[in-house]
């Protein structure tokens, strides 16, 4: 939903009608009579507001408390403070704070309100412009990461554990792809591309350590129920006839793709990689009654191409 309202916080409710009459033809117009009557507007329509103008001196808290709920809670509104010209101090403090855009002296002169308004709505239409873009932009760049991911698997587990790696990767990208394989979540406040990048070559490093950790650990392959017993204690679920049945709510096959960017790898996520590396791509994952199950599965003939095919599918 696009926002287009103004919401307008002030305890005179004359003040709030005379605002309304003037500004309803521009945009539609929320009131409040106090800070925390602002703050539950906000709560139930912030996704509708464009533009926040709140009075300073109000009983209880002043205007700049929600200016600056608004700011953190609700960055993409604008947001202006209304005050008279004895308390100007106050909003060039409030601006040089970042909690405003600007500031309207009362009494109001009529068309500089409007015209400050329409400036103010102007300004909200490009945020959300940009916003947009911004999330895009983000999207694809997190899919990319995903991708990035299952293909940097692939050559870690070709170099930890050659035999039958392909097809326990193409086990890995199914039951990720089943599971519903979220992007990454990436701060980019924190990461710009080479810091991104060193952190997915250090994140690549501890993921083969584990790997070779639990590969030891499991010792000899073993086939059918053996193999099953194995992957039942390294991932705590229960063995029942030819499946191994877990309650995990499909983290354990998404994680060393989903976790989100800097966070380091742990042992138990690398648990089910190791597992199909170990024995060799022969089991497969299913939904079941109470979760999820493993159960044995015959060898695939592998697509050239089933790589690109699973990394087109898992970054949709």
């Given at each position: ?110 068309e500089s ?36 991911r299952l ?66 650990e499991f ?98």
């Amino acid at each position: 939903m696009k926002p287009v309202k103004i919401l307008y916080v002030d305890d005179e409710a004359m003040a709030l009608k005379y605002f309304e009459r003037l500004v309803s033809p521009m945009a539609p117009v929320l009131t409040a009579l106090s800070v925390e009557e602002g703050k539950a507007v906000l709560a139930a329509h912030g996704s509708e507001v464009a533009v926040l103008v709140c009075d300073q001196r109000m009983p209880g808290a002043h205007g700049n408390e929600l200016l600056r709920h608004a700011r953190e809670y609700y960055p993409g509104i604008v947001r202006m403070l209304t005050t008279a010209y004895s308390e100007l101090g106050e909003a060039i403090e409030a601006i040089n704070t970042g909690e405003i855009y600007r500031y309207i002296n009362k009494p109001w002169e009529l068309e500089s309100l409007r015209a400050d308004l329409k400036n103010a709505l102007e300004l909200a239409e490009l945020r959300g412009e940009r916003d947009g873009l911004m999330r895009d932009k983000l999207m694809a760049q997190q899919g990319q990461l995903l991708a990035n991911r299952l293909s940097a698997l692939l050559m870690v587990g070709a170099a930890v554990h050659c035999e039958g790696h392909e097809q326990a990767l193409h086990r890995f990208a199914q039951a990720a792809l089943l599971a519903g394989s979220a992007p990454p979540a990436i701060d980019w406040h924190r990461w710009d591309h080479a810091d991104l990048m060193q952190a997915e070559a250090q994140r690549g490093a501890a993921i083969a350590a584990h790997l070779r950790q639990w590969l030891r650990e499991f010792g000899p392959r073993r086939d059918g129920a053996g193999a099953l017993s194995v992957l039942a204690q390294a991932l705590g679920g229960e063995l029942q006839g030819d499946r191994v049945r877990l309650s995990d709510d499909g983290g354990v096959f998404t994680a060393l793709l989903s976790a989100p960017a800097g966070d380091t790898p742990t042992a138990p996520q690398c648990a089910w990689l190791a597992w199909q590396l170990w024995q060799g791509g022969l089991a497969e994952a299913v939904v079941a009654d109470t979760g999820w199950a493993v159960q044995p599965a015959e060898a695939t003939v592998l697509q050239a191409d089933w790589l690109a095919d699973a990394i087109e599918r898992i970054s949709r």
